[in-house]
């Protein structure tokens, strides 16, 4: 029984030795590793053009809205490469370069080598456009100095600058590792033109048959003149009539409007509001009957509808009465 015990005991030593054994030995493997320093691509210019189609024989400073225009980016690839992505953002400095792109600030085009088209975005905007069959991006190999064209158009309510508020930021990716190998630079200084647009759905108004002294007479067709603006700016809209001309003798002129307050123009049918909560009503006269400060408009334009109101003197004779009302609309001053 003693003889038994130690074999078990020998037996168990010597599996413990060979177990630690086994744990002390390691394994190693050299493994080779390489690093490519290389540079990255610079834009060395940014050009803005009144051109479309591509063409550079006109540099400009300023966006034109409903006009298209031509953007030339010249890139450097001081060591062999091919671009992966290009990136342009126009953009208002009021707003910032990481704004939400929109009709009126802030726009992004972008080119991917992957699916190698071109996409805008404005935020919606269905006037700002990008020519992709003229825009144009080197997909070869590039060593030294090639050139991007963006062809796009700028919306109709890009806002107007005459203080270079504007700017062209545009980014170029190298394929060979694109977020960290990239070349970006901006064309600062820009400013945009004035747009504006205008559209009256009425050529002619009638107040019916009106007794001598009414007041404050509506409308009888049409009911009200829808006035459609779209400005990229503060506008005004002003009116203008002489007064009532015999219809008989147009060169008879009855009601001098600057003489009788005949011809009242309003945003809404009623012009004896105790609380005005739109435009206020004005009394139509030669000059100077006008709506100022209104704001920029959306890019679908913003509607004024005109209700006119008509007054006549107490003795005003019997007859049929015709005048000419010119609806003017420019551009104004912010509020003071």
Same mark, same amino acid.
């Given at each position: ?10 037996? @168990? ?21 390489? *690093? ?29 809205? /409903? ?5 030339? /980016?010249? *890139?450097? +690839? ?5 671009? =992966?992505?290009?990136? *342009? ?32 975005? @404005? ?56 977020? *960290? ?33 009414? @007041?404050?007479?509506?409308? =009888?067709?049409? #009911? ?20 009532? =001309?015999? @219809? ?8 001098? +409007?600057?003489? +009788? ?23 139509? #006269? ?6 100022? =400060? ?10 004024? #509808? ?31």
């Amino acid at each position: 029984m003693k003889k038994l015990t130690g074999i078990i005991l020998v037996a @168990a030593l010597v599996g413990l030795a060979i177990s630690t054994l086994y744990i002390s030995l390691g394994l190693s493997q050299n493994l080779t590793g390489s *690093v490519r320093v290389k540079r990255s691509p610079v834009i060395t210019a940014i050009e803005l053009f009144s051109d479309d189609n591509g063409g550079t024989t006109t540099p400009t400073n300023e966006l034109t809205p /409903i006009d298209e225009m031509t953007i030339r /980016i010249t *890139v450097n +690839f001081q060591d062999p490469g091919y671009i =992966y992505s290009v990136k *342009v953002i126009i953009y208002h400095n009021f707003v910032g370069i990481s704004a939400p792109d929109n009709a009126s600030h802030h726009v992004t085009i972008f080119w991917s080598s992957v699916t190698g088209t071109w996409t805008l975005s @404005a935020g919606g905007s269905t006037t700002w456009a990008i020519d992709t069959a003229n825009s144009y991006v080197p997909t070869g190999q590039i060593s030294g100095t090639d050139y991007i064209f963006v062809v796009f158009t700028p919306g109709k309510i890009t806002r107007y600058s005459s203080t270079g508020n504007w700017v062209i930021y545009a980014n170029v990716t190298d394929r060979d590792n694109p977020s *960290v190998l990239y070349g970006e630079n901006s064309l600062t200084g820009l400013n945009c033109r004035y747009y504006l647009e205008m559209s009256v759905d009425a050529a002619s108004f009638d107040f019916g048959s009106v007794p001598p002294g009414a @007041a404050n007479i509506s409308l =009888y067709s049409p #009911r009200c003149i829808n006035v459609t603006v779209i400005s990229n700016y503060w506008w005004f809209l002003q009116f203008n009539a002489t007064g009532w =001309y015999n @219809a008989s003798n147009p060169s008879q002129l009855v009601v001098d +409007f600057t003489q +009788f307050n005949s011809l009242l123009a309003d945003d809404d049918p009623n012009p004896t509001e105790r609380t005005e909560t739109g435009l206020s009503p004005i009394w139509i #006269r030669p000059t100077d009957s006008i709506w100022n =400060y209104l704001s920029p408009t959306p890019e679908a334009g913003t509607i004024i #509808r005109l209700y006119l109101f008509v007054t006549l003197p107490s003795d005003i004779p019997y007859g049929t009465y015709v005048t000419t009302l010119t609806i003017t609309t420019g551009m104004s001053q912010p509020p003071p």
